[in-house]
């Protein structure tokens, strides 16, 4: 006979995922895990395409969606020869499917194709979409005071046919709480049945499409009413329809789509390497981010000055960070010649800001001079109230930086030594991606960060002219870190409508809810 172990000097082996309901942080360890060494991955219309980024990029990717069609839409028999194929070419596959593999999503028929071809596999269970759906509609699935049952269903299979799985005689009144997956095409057929078989018309009852992410929808009605209201509101599948009397807690647990930038889309306009806080706390707040990398950080060709700048470390009294960037590259670079922050023993140090002088702390350093205002103003005003003169410092950063700093250290007597670092890039593609969400109005807000994220981000756009940009950004608000950022916004000609006080990412993002949902006093 053959078994899952047969293979085991081969090492092509299936991995069945589940990828959750939607939002990417719901998948498990073990599935990002597995996706992280994925030879092959071969992923559904309903698994956020967002969990791809775990895979190594030289990994194949197969899009097997039944639904959106595409060029390869495969049937399911298909799907299941691929899997076969790709293992037993020694392939270490991941197939990820939305929800779990095993509710609703033909992990089984998949699994059994490879038993049969002698195929090893592993099965990972995910966050089904119905637990999810109740969970960010603000419906605990079972209750004690409510419910102590909870069935799911499919509805995909029509009651009226004679060869029927389901009992829905004994389902309407047997399970407390009733969660129908694809029942969104047969709901009045579906809520006919069950109220024919004794459930009260009254029961509430929702309807959750996109559960879990930003395009989440959920209306509520009774048996008798959610037909209508899904009709009225246009509610299209993906859906789940959750029927019992839990759904009435709604009313006050309901968290997910209450939160204050829920519905809003923000192009988060930042570095790839930097864009994560920005983005975890927008969304934090509900918001939808569109990341675009408009910078792309490489470092610099040549390190020669910074080189000689490490060799002669003992000899400057302080070395100045501006930027997290500067950090990284700094820090790498001293690690290739060799040493290590203890180099730094004999110099004092100044970061530009909070952000700064925390990333500064990873390598045990506690920056001596943090200004009050983060600009390299700021930074240079808190060194020159100190005195400089004579003094020797070094600057490593981006090979094009504004020249303030040094120039008003200069200035001040002191000798400083610029050494770049890192460069930024404008990259490439995804730029007709970006004028088309402009140019259809799904853009709320456009963040800076920096002013190189605003030259970027206008290069990105390519509006010929002013007239044309202004086209493009209507009615869209613009954030800004700080004031220099926001300058650079303003002699594009373009206005600032959100910039906080202090210039942190945190910051940023309270006078983005501030300005959606003013907070009261
Ligand atoms: N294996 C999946 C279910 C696949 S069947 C799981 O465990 O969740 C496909 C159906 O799942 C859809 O028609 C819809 O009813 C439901 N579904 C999946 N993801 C959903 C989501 N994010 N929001 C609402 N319904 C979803």
Not at 387 to 411: H, N
Request: neutral net charge; glycine residues 10%.
């Amino acid at each position: 006979m053959k078994t899952n172990q047969q293979s085991s000097n081969n090492k092509g082996k299936v991995y069945l995922v589940g990828a959750g309901p939607g939002d990417p942080g719901l998948i498990t360890l073990r599935g990002k895990y597995l996706l992280q060494r994925a030879e092959v991955v071969v992923y559904d219309y309903l698994a956020n395409k967002k969990l791809l980024n775990y895979v190594p990029e030289s990994a194949e990717f197969i899009y097997a969606g039944k639904k959106g069609g595409g060029l390869h839409a495969f049937t399911q028999e298909g799907i299941n020869q691929l899997l076969v194929d790709h293992a037993a070419a020694g392939k270490r596959v991941v197939r990820l499917k939305g929800g779990d593999p095993f509710i609703f999503g033909r992990g089984a028929e998949e699994i059994e194709q490879l038993v049969e071809a002698g195929i090893a596999f592993e099965v990972v269970p995910g966050v089904t979409s119905a637990t999810a759906a109740a969970t960010y509609a603000g419906i605990p699935i079972t209750h004690r005071d409510y419910t102590a049952s909870v069935a799911f269903v499919t509805g995909h299979e029509a009651p009226g046919k004679k060869e029927s799985n389901i009992a829905w005689d004994k389902l309407a009144t047997g399970a407390g709480t009733i969660v129908i997956y694809m029942g969104i095409k047969n709901l009045p057929i579906i809520t006919r049945k069950l109220m024919d078989n004794g459930r009260a018309p009254d029961t509430p009852v929702a309807v959750v499409r996109w559960a879990s992410t930003p395009k989440q929808h959920s209306v509520v009605g009774t048996l008798a009413t959610i037909t209508e209201v899904v009709q009225k509101e246009g509610v299209k599948p993906p859906a789940l329809v959750i029927v019992g009397d839990v759904v009435k807690l709604r009313k006050s647990i309901d968290w997910f789509e209450k939160r204050p930038l829920f519905g809003k889309r923000m192009v988060v306009t930042r570095t790839r390497e930097q864009a994560s806080e920005l983005v975890a706390k927008l969304e934090e707040n509900g918001a939808a981010c569109l990341e675009y990398s408009t910078i792309h950080i490489e470092p610099v060709d040549d390190y020669q000055l910074l080189d000689q700048a490490i060799a002669d470390m003992d000899s400057y009294d302080w070395i100045l960070f501006t930027s997290l960037n500067a950090i990284t590259y700094f820090f790498k670079r001293l690690n290739i010649t060799g040493r290590d922050s203890r180099a730094l023993a004999t110099c004092c140090i100044g970061a530009v800001g909070r952000a700064t002088a925390g990333e500064l702390l990873k390598y045990g350093i506690h920056a001596d001079l943090v200004p009050e205002k983060f600009t390299g103003q700021g930074l240079a005003e808190s060194l020159v109230a100190g005195g400089v003169a004579g003094k020797r410092i070094l600057l490593p950063r981006a090979l094009k930086a504004m020249e303030t700093l040094p120039e008003m250290l200069t200035d001040a007597g002191a000798e400083v030594t610029v050494a770049p670092v890192y460069q930024n890039v404008p990259p490439q593609g995804r730029k007709d991606e970006l004028r088309e969400e402009l140019t259809d109005g799904d853009i709320d807000v456009v963040t800076f960060t920096s002013s190189s994220t605003v030259t970027n981000f206008l290069t990105m756009v390519g509006a010929d002219n002013e007239k044309e940009l202004h086209q493009l950004l209507k009615g869209v608000k613009i954030a800004a870190i700080g004031p220099i950022t926001a300058e650079t916004v303003r002699k594009n000609g373009l206005r600032v409508d959100i910039q906080p006080d202090s210039y942190t990412i945190a910051d940023m993002v309270d006078a983005i809810v501030d300005h959606y949902a003013p907070r009261e006093g």
